[in-house]
């Protein structure tokens, strides 16, 4: 018989001086050149956070300001970097988009693109 008690047991993680914490890596959207020409010329900065879905896993949001920091676009739930891709590239390549019919057209595509990851 062992003397062997397990309430005495401690586990304690430590980790070497001056370490930081790992952050997950930054993933960085491949802009077209229409894409980052727009950005460029109308000052637009975009903005790609990510959140962890119990259903669905990872889950993006994408979000575009104007160059006085207007957000112009928010698109949540994202299934797929991918998609986030497509739709930041779609967006600058179009960008500005001023009438309620561009604006109708956009959403439109926009949804189009986030389903066609869906069907996957």
């Given at each position: 018989?062992?003397?062997?008690n ?5 586990i ?10 790992v952050?997950p890596p ?38 575009v ?21 497509r ?20 959403t ?6 986030m ?6």
């Amino acid at each position: 018989m062992s003397n062997y008690n397990s309430s005495n047991m401690r586990i304690e993680l430590t980790s070497p001086e001056g370490s930081h914490p790992v952050r997950p890596p930054v993933v960085e959207p491949q802009l077209t050149i229409a894409a980052e020409y727009n950005m460029v010329r109308y000052g637009v900065a975009y903005g790609i956070s990510s959140h962890f879905d119990e259903t669905y896993g990872t889950l993006y949001t994408l979000q575009v300001y104007d160059r006085n920091g207007v957000p112009k676009l928010r698109v949540q739930r994202i299934l797929g970097f991918g998609a986030v891709e497509r739709q930041l590239n779609h967006y600058l390549e179009n960008y500005p988009v001023r009438s309620p019919v561009q604006m109708s057209r956009m959403t439109y595509d926009l949804q189009r693109i986030m389903l066609s990851y869906y069907e996957d």
